[in-house]
Each structure stands twice: as C-alpha cells, then as structure tokens.
C-alpha cells in the first residue's frame, strides 16, 4: 500500500530552524508537495519536488531523494505564525493527491 | 474572492439522513477533487473529476457516496444514509491539472456531525 509517515509533533522556538521529515512507502509518484494547515482553516501549498534535490521558497525548503524514499521540509527563521499543521503529499499520473500523516509544529517566543 | 467556496461550512444531521455538500472550484481549474479530513489526520482522498467527467473514486467511497459535476463547473457531494462514522470535515479542491496538479488549492471545508 502507500503509505507517509510524518513525526507527530516539532516543537522549536522563534528564529530557530525545524526540519520536518517524510519517509514513504510508494512508488510511481511524480513527486512530493508539502501543506500547510492552521488549526480550522484550509490546506494550502508550499513547496513541491518533482525532481531530487533541494527546492527552496523564502523561508521554506524542501528536500527529495527517491533512493532513500525520504523527504524534508525544512523552515527557517521560524515565526509564531508557523504554528500549524504540515502535510507531505505525493502525487500521481491520476492527479490525486496522498497526504503523510501530518506533523504539528508549534513555535514558542 | 475567487477562491475555492464550500457550502455549508458546517452541517449537523441525525443519522440515516441524506446531505448534500457544494464546491464552487476555481473558474478556470478544469480539476476537482474531494477530500475527506478527521481530526488529527491528513486529507484522505475520495474522488476528482476533469471537467464532468468523474476520473477516479476511492475505496473508501462507499455506495452511500455520490458525487457529480454538471457542466464542468461546480460539483456536488452526497451521503445517503448518513452513519456516525461519516462524521468529518467534507475537503473540495481544486487545480489546473496535467503537470500542476501537485499545487492544488483547498476550500475552507464542510464539517458533517453526524448524531
């Protein structure tokens, strides 16, 4: 099956730098993204690897290597309004999207 | 605001009930999917369409689920015979599609309570 796993929670302080990993179990993707979600609100995109590699967004970063079935996102400078859920997701020819299991990051003053 | 709509933002029903979900995508996004949230959980996928035509369902849509997409413009989602387990947050979304469907965007969600 096809399966994303994802820490359950990150905790770091503002400023600071917080990588988020993903390790997966699938095959045949085209590639990683990764959402944001507030508490309550919306799932919005950030960041997608369709190739290894880093790709890089302002503070934000993300991080693929097929070889290892691995990927990060990585976020720098944190700020309070980080605070929010992260999803990794992969995407198929068919244009679904599966979502990790997701990691709750809170960012503390 | 030209972002994805969803209606009604939040239902309550009393199981064995029927409900029915709108989504207005994105006017020029020809793809729209259907997600279905719980708490704590990633987005679960359901099905999507291109345009009308309905390109793929989960297994996890059961015979209870329907959804359509008259015209290629909004779709609706409906539960027959509504069961407590249906209770979530009803996720709409929608893309351009072909080589960017990876960056869909989400509507702010339909939140089913089933008692």
């Known amino acids: 099956g096809q399966s994303l796993e994802q820490p359950s929670e990150v905790t770091a302080v503002e400023g600071a730098i917080v990588q988020i990993n993903c390790t997966y179990q699938?095959?045949?993707?085209?590639?990683l993204s990764w959402y944001q979600q507030h508490d309550g609100g919306a799932p919005t995109f950030l960041s997608y690897n369709a190739l290894d590699g880093l790709e890089e967004t302002g503070r934000f970063s993300s991080f693929l290597s097929r070889s290892d079935s691995y990927g990060y996102l990585l976020l720098q400078e944190l700020q309070m309004k980080d605070s929010a859920s992260y999803f990794c997701a992969v995407g198929f020819n068919t244009d679904k999207l599966i979502f990790g299991t997701g990691t709750r990051l809170q960012v503390f003053p | 605001d030209t972002g994805v709509s969803q209606d009604p933002r939040h239902k309550i029903t009393k199981r064995g009930q029927n409900v029915t979900f709108r989504c207005d995508p994105i006017?020029?996004?020809?793809?729209l999917y259907w997600y279905r949230q719980t708490l704590g959980q990633g987005p679960e996928f359901l099905t999507y369409?291109?345009?009308?035509?309905?390109?793929?369902k989960s297994r996890l849509l059961s015979d209870r689920f329907s959804a359509e997409r008259p015209k290629g413009s909004f779709s609706t989602l409906e539960i027959q015979r509504t069961e407590q387990g249906d209770s979530a947050m009803y996720l709409c979304?929608?893309?351009?599609?072909?080589?960017?469907?990876?960056?869909?965007?989400f509507g702010p969600g339909t939140r089913l309570t089933v008692t």
């Open positions: 006017s020029e996004h020809n793809r």
């Open positions: 369409f291109q345009n009308e035509a309905q390109l793929e």
């Open positions: 699938t095959s045949g993707f085209y590639g």
């Open positions: 979304a929608s893309s351009l599609g072909g080589t960017e469907s990876y960056e869909q965007y």
